[in-house]
């Protein structure tokens, strides 16, 4: 992955055999596929289990950085909740640790990073309601279809970072 001027990472967090936990990998390779399109060069997309080093790894040298994530919050399964880093004490609370596939995640992540002086400038973290989370269980249709909403958003030209608020954005 190369970082450099303007140009932002979408990481996609998950465990792609664990059901609506994939979430964030569907919006990663959803956003692969537009690449010829839409991104044109200045977004680097990867996938990643959300391990918090490798997180921390993945935007080493990027000063914009989107997480996607699955989250389960008891909410309507495919509600898109956009995060920043301010507020990630609040997404914590919708990844309750018996339920991470991938150990601390990736608020854990953020907190490390910030502690190590070594978060990116701009922080947004995007998660997914999922309905299940069962190895081998497939993603069910509210999170496919969310995982192509967020990937529409997120393909489209920037804007300046938002500073609102914990936000749905569906």
């Not at 990867?46 to 935007?59: H, R, V, Y």
């Amino acid at each position: 992955m190369s970082a450099g001027p303007g140009r932002r990472l979408v990481v996609g967090v998950g465990n792609p055999d664990a059901g609506d936990d994939a979430a964030g990998r569907l919006v990663a390779r959803r956003l692969r596929s537009r690449r010829g399109q839409e991104l044109a060069g200045q977004t680097v997309v990867c996938e990643c289990s959300g391990e918090p080093t490798a997180l921390m790894a993945a935007w080493e040298g990027f000063d914009d950085v989107v997480l996607v994530d699955a989250c389960s919050g008891g909410g309507p399964p495919g509600r898109i909740l956009r995060f920043e880093a301010p507020q990630l004490e609040q997404l914590a609370s919708l990844q309750p640790r018996q339920r991470s596939t991938h150990g601390f995640g990736v608020c854990m992540a953020v907190a490390l990073a910030r502690a190590l002086g070594a978060a990116p400038a701009n922080i947004v973290v995007y998660a997914i309601e999922g309905l299940t989370f069962q190895a081998g269980a497939r993603v069910s249709p509210e999170v496919e279809r969310a995982a192509e909403e967020l990937a529409g958003l997120l393909s489209a030209p920037r804007r300046p970072p938002a500073t609102a608020a914990a936000q749905t954005a569906t």
